[in-house]
């Protein structure tokens, strides 16, 4: 009976060994589950880290490819400004020219043609005969001005002046927006991406990095880090004559997109009767060059002399046999080389030469050199030098600010450069946070909290991406790209520890802290393997 009676109680027995034995079968099953968790969290906070640095990246090389677009559309807007301000120039030195040799006509006429005989016929007589010729000899001074005057009419150089002002004043405000506004653009974009990629908080290396940043807040920082520009100097203006001069290197360059063979740019591309270049075309198609050697020619000729009364007497003339020396608003500067000529000079009985001679030190030629010629030079090698901004030798147009890269010397900018051979203004390094998942937000939770107690830390990581341009460090070659690299901005512990500490938000204060305490460098070269 007893017997029977503990057979009954054995029934069961098994299951609850059964239940008792899964407990702890169930935890170890609900912990793998969840240190799978904290590793699939792992992972994802490195892919956050690494997509928030393409991210960055991506947008600094657009803005430098946007800086190297502007720099080739500087380029041929000074072109136009040099063209513009050129023919200005040349219309005007034309215009006053002919102003004073039409002053130097009337005069002399008004000193010849004046009435000396004692008779009134013998003086009307003179005079029929003085005053044509005087019109004569100024008629190509007023025709001058005229030619002048029409070609202000139907090309208005102040409007290419004006245009190219416009223009330039537009991408100096926009670049200058550019990298004014880069970092705190990079932290709105950097929460945006935060908030897709499911992280708790982010954080880019050195913040804002340039004063040229604005609004920009370098402690406790989410702001991205500053384009790696700085305003250029006499070597930037040097660089931007060559590119106006001789756009492509041979590398592929914004040029090449622009329609421009290698080793021209906008100032000498063309140069063939069938093509000319900017300045030949100027030259031709307003006929400018034609106008000044009319003009020059008429008055270097013997059509120029002016006739004398028969009571001036013969005289030493010294400006009217220098056939190559001219007088008008040069004479002064010239007169120690008059005295050069005096075995040269011989008496005039009848005529005198039109010392003004045009008023032009050199002679006008129509395709050649000519005044036009003359200023186009004079002003692009103001833009050369830097003096663009000197009154009449420089431009209407004020060059914008030219930008120069950080850390890329001359060399550089002709090398192809790799992410690694890059300066660390161009390493972009991000970290992103992820908090651990709470017990009731993990698998099992309340087995889950028997089996985890405490907090788990929270899982951070960091990337790095390198910005560079395979056809040159340049602003001039619209390439710019981004590449992941290996976080080299990590290698100095000790200071990376420093800096997120001084500069990110409190939620890296435990990473910062746990970097601060690495002793050993070369321990830390081992673990540190991104």
Known sequence: MIRSWLNKRRRGAMAMVAVVGMMPVTSMFAANINTSQI????????????????????????????ISMNNV??????????????????????????????????????????????????????????????????????????????IYRRFDPLHGSRVATKALAAIEGMNRALIARHPRAMREIGADYAKFL???????????????ARNCQRTNSRDGMALPLEPGGMIENMEMCAAMRRGNTGLQTTFDARGFKT???????????????VKDHINEVTKIGLTLQDYDRFYRSGLAHMVRHPLSGPRFTPAGNIQTIPRGRYTLPLFPLYALQVTRMVPLLFFDRNVAQGAFLDRQTRNGHNAFKRWFEIKFGAV????????????????????????VSIVD????????????????????LKKPAKPRDMVIPYLTAQVTPGDIADQTAYGQVGVFNPDGATLYAQSWRARLMAATRMDDVS?????????????????????????????WGRVHAH
């Not at 080793?263 to 270049?277: K, M």
Request: hydrophobic fraction near 45%; proline fraction near 5%.
């Open 39 to 66: 590793i699939e969290d792992r992972r994802h906070v490195q892919d956050a880290a690494d997509a928030l640095a393409k991210t960055h990246g991506v947008w600094t090389a657009r803005a430098l490819n946007v």
């Open 73 to 150: 559309t500087t380029a041929q807007l000074l072109t136009v400004a040099v063209g513009s301000d050129a023919l200005d120039a040349t219309l005007v030195e034309l215009i006053i020219n002919a102003g004073l040799q039409e002053a130097e006509i009337l005069a002399h006429g008004l000193r010849e043609c004046a009435p000396r005989f004692k008779f009134l016929p013998a003086d009307l007589g003179w005079a029929a005969i003085c005053v044509p010729q005087h019109a004569a000899v100024a008629l190509p001074a007023v025709n001058a001005q005229l030619k002048a005057d029409e």
């Open 198 to 212: 499911g992280i708790d908080d982010y954080h880019f290396a050195d913040p804002c990095g340039s004063p040229l």
């Open 263 to 277: 080793f021209q740019g906008p100032i000498s591309y063309g140069g063939s009767a069938q093509n000319r270049n």
């Open 384 to 407: 050369c030098g830097g003096f663009a901004d000197v009154p009449i030798i420089g431009l209407a147009a004020k060059v914008p600010t030219l930008w120069k890269l950080t850390g």
């Open 413 to 432: 900018r002709a090398l192809n450069r790799t992410p690694e051979q890059m300066d660390e203004a161009f390493h972009i390094l991000a970290f992103a």
């Open 495 to 523: 200071d990376a520890a420093s800096n997120l500490n001084r500069e990110s938000t409190a939620s890296f204060d435990d990473l910062a802290n746990m970097l601060g305490g690495v002793s050993d460098q070369s321990t």
